[in-house]
């Protein structure tokens, strides 16, 4: 049974910074997409950045250059970095695994951004 445990989430300041990790456990290939997902309370849920095993990514084009995804596949674990926040960052954030052609996500995480 795959599961996936997010962290890192909290409340910052705008500007501020914060990285979110998710690690997956379970039976994984090797092969598999992990990434971010987010969803700001009365909006759909959207792409924020993926990532596959062998370091292919795609991001939202409205966050390319603030934000970097990057994994540590040994440890099956997927980091989304976040700098210079802003308020709209503020979303509940999903990781997600894609492998073996089933599709997993984690139970999300609060990001608030405030002053």
């Known amino acids: 049974q795959v599961q996936l445990v997010e962290s890192g989430g909290g409340l910052v300041q705008p500007g501020g910074s914060l990285r979110l990790s998710c690690a997956a456990s379970?039976?994984?290939?090797?092969?598999?997409?992990m990434g971010w997902y987010r969803q700001a309370s009365g909006k759909q849920r959207e792409l924020v950045a993926v990532?596959?095993?062998?370091?292919?990514?795609n991001f939202a084009d409205s966050l390319r250059g603030r934000f970097t995804i990057s994994r540590d596949n040994a440890k099956n674990t997927v980091y989304l970095q976040m700098n210079e926040l802003k308020s709209e960052d503020t979303a509940v954030y999903y990781c997600?695994?894609?492998?073996?052609?089933?599709?997993?996500w984690g139970n999300g995480i609060l990001v608030t951004v405030s002053s």
């Open positions: 379970g039976n994984i290939l090797y092969y598999n997409l």
């Open positions: 997600r695994l894609v492998v073996s052609g089933l599709d997993y």
């Open positions: 990532i596959t095993s062998g370091g292919d990514t």
